[in-house]
């Protein structure tokens, strides 16, 4: 169970690249082989029970209130199940990530999909509580979705907190300072940060690469190895992703829209905006109304 899990198809969910569940009764299957690897980048928080699991060459004895972080591409295999194992279980993608944490201050927690190494935790009864909450919100809110059909604001918010508290969690047991990045690494974590401020005036590959004092070519391919996307799309997403945010909130013509996201007019901004969702401003504002009402 675990590994179909871990190892879903993120694409073409509810919300793209982003999957969740409670786990209230996990038992190993005698004799079953339980090895695998790990295909999404997994956290799990032990709500009870434990079970040991072996992550590369180490042995992960886990108990309740462990939170343990589990790699993109780890060798897993369960070893052991015991009292009534109880599990949360959020995986996503990096580039869901990227989507929808254009803040500032997130963008480091994006270090967790390109560091390839596992975190255990055993937090404490409030450290727990807090993770848990935020868990059991970000659940309710993505079955919410599998109702509805549309992603929600409350989504965003609710990844923002998760990522917001695994940071303080990190920087509690891990130590105070910032993990050590490769050079590559360092260019992909640099490049998100100057996107998030810039992206709404700054549309081209030329404006990063030249920030970073690299070629365009060199940024693109650095950051598509990483993330597996090009500076290209990523700038798109990240426009697309606020276009809808504004749209979706009503308080602005498409006009202000147009002229808040950098573009030159709102003809411009029209073709751009229906090339990447294959509908126009008016019926996307008119469409998240309805849905609003319906709500």
Do not use: W
């Not at 009870?48 to 042995?59: A, H, M, P, Q, R």
């Not at 939170?67 to 070893?79: E, T, V």
């Not at 059991?136 to 809110?141: P, T």
């Amino acid at each position: 169970m675990l590994k179909n899990l871990i190892n879903t198809k993120l694409q073409n969910l509810p919300i793209d690249g982003f999957d969740i569940h409670l786990i209230k009764k996990y038992e190993k299957v005698t004799n079953s082989v339980d090895e695998f690897k790990s295909e999404n980048l997994a956290f799990l928080l032990i709500r009870s029970g434990g079970f040991k699991l072996k992550l590369e060459d180490v042995i992960q004895d886990l108990s309740a209130r462990d939170l343990i972080i589990i790699p993109k591409d780890s060798d897993c295999n369960i070893l052991e199940i015991h009292d009534k194992l109880q599990i949360y279980i959020v995986t996503f993608s990096s580039e869901f990530t990227v989507k929808n944490c254009l803040k500032k201050e997130l963008i480091d927690s994006f270090y967790f999909f390109i560091r390839k190494e596992t975190m255990k935790a055993s937090l404490n009864e409030n450290e727990y509580s807090v993770l848990s909450l935020i868990y059991r919100l970000v659940y309710y809110v993505n079955v919410n979705a599998h109702r509805e059909g549309y992603e929600s604001e409350l989504h965003r918010i609710s990844l923002n907190l998760f990522l917001y508290e695994l940071k303080v969690i990190y920087t509690k047991y891990v130590g105070n300072s910032m993990p050590k990045f490769t050079r590559k690494e360092s260019i992909v974590m640099e490049f998100l940060t100057i996107l998030s401020i810039h992206y709404k005036k700054q549309h081209h590959v030329q404006f990063y690469a030249g920030a970073l004092f690299i070629t365009p070519i060199y940024l693109n391919r650095v950051v598509k190895e990483i993330t597996g996307k090009s500076v290209k799309i990523l700038i798109i997403e990240a426009l697309i992703s606020e276009a809808k945010i504004l749209l979706e909130d009503g308080q602005l013509s498409l006009v202000e829209i147009s002229e808040e996201l950098g573009f030159e007019s709102l003809s411009i901004f029209r073709i751009f905006f229906k090339k990447y969702t294959s509908l126009s401003l008016s019926d996307y504002r008119s469409n998240s109304f309805e849905k609003f009402k319906g709500s």
